[in-house]
């Protein structure tokens, strides 16, 4: 068992889950400031955001609208501020990283390959909603593809990674985004430390499956050996059993209600500090430690929350 501490990563409040889904979805930015401090708190070194539209709680891409929380969640927390540049369905790839660009952050979500991303099943849930656009939203994704080209990567990369010294949670739904990543690193575009998001449990990526999670573990290990910092994250009923199993292998986790609505089978959870306390509460039970968010920066090779553009 691995005695390096662990690090934690919350997703606040991401773009996949709508507001009929639970009413403890962070969707206005006080809500999101408010919930991120405190999962913050809770231990968590890395706060991985999306912004929403406050008054009908869909994802925005909008510069603005996050410039109403970050400012907040930087002055209260020492955490690392990740803000994604996968954004939404439906979002153009300027859109998508428009925030990040405007913010400078230390580090940004990097999604490693192109593909189909449903999240049409979760109509089958619900036959009453609180806004209109969110069964359409669902439906969409049955004939959505989620672009992310090797021209796109390159873009980011070039823009926010060279332009702003940002470095990247690398997001990986399947084997063949660890490849791409392993291809970008062979053409000298990415240097390490990599920080690798491994992401179980999404349709149209691979399964969550003990076998699946552990090939992934076995390739980053073989394509890039020492020179990276794993994590894993499992969408749903997934996310304890495997983000402990990471955690015991060495890995580290993430958390936080875009992954997951749930604490634990049947209920709700009611705050993304909820996830952080549970997480962080096994890990220390398996004699695990859990890493601050200096020591976060220390190892991703992070440019430091004084050299962030808000």
Same mark, same amino acid.
């Given at each position: 068992?691995?005695?390096?501490?662990?690090?934690?990563?919350?997703?606040?409040?991401?773009?996949?889950?709508?507001?009929?889904?639970?009413?403890?979805?962070?969707?206005?930015?006080?809500?999101?400031?408010?919930?991120?401090?405190?999962?913050?708190?809770?231990?968590?070194?890395?706060?991985?955001?999306?912004?929403?539209?406050?008054?009908?709680?869909?994802?925005?891409?909008?510069?603005?609208?996050?410039?109403?929380?970050?400012?907040?969640?930087?002055?209260?927390?020492?955490?690392?501020?990740?803000?994604?540049?996968?954004?939404?369905?439906?979002?153009?790839?300027?859109?998508?990283?428009?925030?990040?660009?405007?913010?400078?952050?230390?580090?940004?979500?990097?999604?490693?390959?192109?593909?189909?991303?449903?999240?049409?099943?979760?109509?089958?849930?619900?036959?009453?909603?609180?806004?209109?656009?969110?069964?359409?939203?669902?439906?969409?994704?049955?004939?959505?593809?989620?672009?992310?080209?090797?021209?796109? !990567?390159?873009? @980011? *990369? #070039?823009? &926010?990674?060279?332009?702003?010294? =940002?470095?990247? %949670?690398?997001?990986?739904?399947?084997?063949?985004?660890?490849?791409?990543?392993?291809?970008?690193?062979?053409?000298?575009?990415?240097?390490?430390?990599?920080?690798?998001?491994?992401?179980?449990?999404?349709?149209?990526?691979?399964?969550?499956?003990?076998?699946?999670?552990?090939?992934?573990?076995?390739?980053?290990?073989?394509?890039?050996?020492?020179?990276?910092?794993?994590?894993?994250?499992?969408?749903?009923?997934?996310?304890?059993?495997?983000?402990?199993?990471?955690?015991?292998?060495?890995?580290?986790?993430?958390?936080?209600?875009?992954?997951?609505?749930?604490?634990?089978?049947?209920?709700?959870?009611?705050?993304?500090?909820?996830?952080?306390?549970? !997480?962080?509460? @096994? *890990? #220390?039970? &398996?004699?695990?430690?859990?890493? =601050?968010?200096? %020591?976060?920066?220390?190892?991703?090779?992070?440019?430091?929350?004084?050299?962030?553009?808000?």
């Amino acid at each position: 068992m691995s005695t390096k501490p662990v690090i934690i990563s919350c997703a606040v409040t991401g773009s996949i889950h709508t507001p009929t889904m639970s009413p403890h979805l962070p969707v206005t930015p006080d809500e999101i400031a408010t919930q991120a401090i405190a999962a913050a708190e809770a231990g968590a070194a890395i706060l991985h955001l999306h912004a929403r539209n406050p008054e009908s709680g869909r994802p925005t891409p909008d510069p603005s609208v996050f410039m109403e929380f970050l400012p907040r969640i930087r002055d209260s927390s020492n955490a690392v501020i990740n803000i994604s540049t996968g954004g939404g369905p439906g979002m153009t790839v300027d859109e998508r990283i428009e925030a990040a660009l405007h913010v400078s952050p230390e580090m940004a979500s990097l999604n490693m390959g192109s593909m189909n991303f449903g999240l049409y099943p979760l109509l089958d849930k619900y036959s009453e909603w609180k806004h209109d656009w969110e069964p359409q939203f669902l439906e969409m994704t049955r004939d959505f593809i989620f672009r992310n080209t090797f021209k796109d !990567i390159e873009t @980011i *990369l #070039e823009k &926010l990674g060279k332009g702003c010294g =940002t470095r990247f %949670e690398f997001e990986c739904y399947d084997v063949g985004h660890l490849y791409n990543l392993a291809h970008l690193v062979d053409r000298g575009l990415i240097e390490p430390p990599f920080f690798i998001q491994t992401i179980f449990g999404i349709l149209g990526g691979i399964g969550a499956d003990e076998e699946n999670l552990m090939h992934m573990r076995r390739m980053a290990l073989k394509l890039f050996g020492e020179d990276h910092e794993w994590s894993v994250l499992a969408a749903g009923r997934f996310q304890m059993p495997y983000t402990t199993k990471a955690g015991t292998m060495g890995g580290n986790v993430r958390v936080g209600l875009e992954d997951s609505l749930y604490l634990a089978k049947g209920q709700l959870a009611e705050t993304n500090a909820q996830q952080v306390i549970k !997480i962080r509460r @096994i *890990l #220390e039970d &398996l004699s695990l430690t859990v890493a =601050t968010p200096d %020591e976060a920066r220390q190892r991703l090779a992070l440019k430091g929350a004084e050299n962030i553009g808000f």
